[in-house]
């Protein structure tokens, strides 16, 4: 793939669009609006029982309330887990021990460069949540199998989350988890 032609169209608080000339193969050059944002990190809560912790909370873009795993922007140059600790603490006032890589996602590759890196946290401890000015949020403490339960029958909508709680479940099943 060659691209041609790239200029930043829109310049915003959170997100730039960048529009450019992508040559695909043989069928010539085909313009291109792309949505570029910094990247994030989601964190699924595991508590010491098996249970796990959401977040209840709206999300204007959508008009609705959501439930789902803690996450937020990378600040430049922050590590992804350092970002995830960070979500988790200020979301929920959880800290945790550990951090467990469960992959990455990319939010909507056709439109979206984001990519969200996921993680599971253990050894929690809780402490006071600190949200941010524009965040109203429940948390939610409920048992792996009705978070999965939840997830495949549509309440749980959120892709992060969908990803994240089917990964912690696939690393439990394959017995990986005890080697971590």
């Not at 291109?32 to 209840?56: K, N």
């Not at 979500?87 to 550990?98: N, Q, V």
């Not at 809780?126 to 949200?131: F, T």
Request: charged share 20%; with cysteine; aromatic share 4%.
């Amino acid at each position: 793939m060659k691209s041609y032609n790239h200029s930043t169209v829109f310049s915003g608080l959170v997100i730039d669009i960048e529009q450019m000339e992508v040559e695909i193969g043989h069928t010539g050059r085909h313009t291109y609006q792309i949505i570029r944002h910094p990247g994030g990190a989601g964190v699924l809560p595991v508590h010491p029982d098996g249970s796990i912790s959401l977040i209840r909370q709206l999300r204007p873009a959508i008009d609705r309330v959501v439930l789902e795993i803690p996450a937020g922007r990378l600040s430049p140059g922050e590590p992804p887990a350092e970002c995830a600790g960070r979500e988790l603490r200020e979301e929920t006032g959880m800290s945790a021990a550990k951090l467990i890589p469960l992959g990455t996602v990319f939010s909507s590759p056709g439109v979206f460069d984001e990519i969200i890196h996921l993680y599971a946290a253990t050894g929690i401890s809780q402490g006071q949540a600190q949200p941010e000015a524009d965040e109203e949020i429940e948390v939610l403490r409920l048992p792996l199998a009705e978070a999965l339960q939840m997830a495949a029958d549509g309440r749980i909508s959120d892709g992060k989350t969908l990803a994240a709680l089917l990964r912690w479940e696939l690393l439990n099943r394959s017995g990986e988890l005890r080697h971590a």
